[in-house]
């Protein structure tokens, strides 16, 4: 049985340019919090399908645009 590609996508933050506004926690918090300052925390964890849509929501709203959505090689 052979394994296919899939594509999957994370978060990153670039800790940079982030100035802690927590819009990206509050679109989606199932994947991010905030630290004690207010800055973003991810997990790294590939974003299941389901979250896709918010995740991007979350990334296009960041007004520093330090919230980014990453396509990553996976296997299915």
Do not use: K
């Not at 991010?32 to 964890?45: A, F, H, M, Q």
């Amino acid at each position: 049985m052979s394994r296919a590609a899939t594509v999957q996508v994370r978060l990153r933050v670039d800790p940079v340019a982030c100035d802690a506004f927590g819009f990206c926690a509050e679109l989606l918090p199932e994947r991010v919090t905030l630290d004690e300052w207010g800055y973003p925390i991810v997990d790294g964890r590939p974003v299941g399908p389901h979250l896709v849509d918010l995740a991007a929501r979350a990334a296009a709203e960041c007004p520093r645009r330090a919230l980014h959505l990453e396509r990553v090689a996976g296997t299915a």
